[in-house]
């Protein structure tokens, strides 16, 4: 099918198991997984009374359609014991497609790229490491360009080069 950029996020429990049983789970399910960016600490974002995150960008050859391959992934968010319910409040993990080749997709799944991509850096940090170059297919900004212009501050420490 395609390359996916998915951002993986944890901030409760075991964050480090979270984020390997999440890339676990997708590579069993969704495709090969191609690339994966180092760790990161991360402040919370949106809501910000609550611990903070491990997030990780990993690159997916994904065998699924977009939105399809979206519907697995709250499955597996699922799995793992996620719970919906405050917005951007603290959860056991957390799988966003940021990018899926250059498809623009806006349904009620799914809408790609990811609308919040450009302001956020903890998605936009460890994206640049595995996809520097890449070019999003709205804004027409390499990740890179697109760090730069990201006006939001909050703090990204990288926590881990590989598992």
């Known amino acids: 099918m395609g390359k996916a950029y998915l951002l993986l996020g944890s901030n409760m429990g075991n964050r480090l198991e979270n984020l390997k049983k999440a890339i676990n789970k997708i590579k069993t399910i969704c495709g090969d997984i191609i690339m994966l960016s180092s760790i990161y600490e991360t402040a919370a974002w949106g809501y910000k009374e609550q611990e903070s995150f491990l997030n990780q960008v990993i ?3 994904s065998l699924i359609h977009p939105t399809p391959l979206m519907l697995h992934l709250l499955e597996i968010e699922k799995e793992i014991g ?9 959860r056991l993990i957390d799988i966003d497609i940021l990018l899926f080749e250059n498809e ?19 998605a936009l940090i460890p ?17 890179n360009q697109l760090l730069e212009n990201c ?13």
């Open 82 to 90: 996620r719970v919906r319910d405050v917005k951007y409040g603290p």
């Open 104 to 122: 623009v997709i806006n349904n009620t799944i799914l809408m790609l790229p990811h609308p919040e991509l450009p302001n956020r850096r903890f």
């Open 59 to 61: 690159v997916l050859d």
């Open 127 to 143: 994206l640049k490491e595995v996809a520097n170059d890449l070019i999003h297919p709205v804004f027409n900004l390499t990740i």
């Open 151 to 163: 006006s939001d501050e909050g703090h990204v420490q990288k926590f881990s080069e590989l598992y």
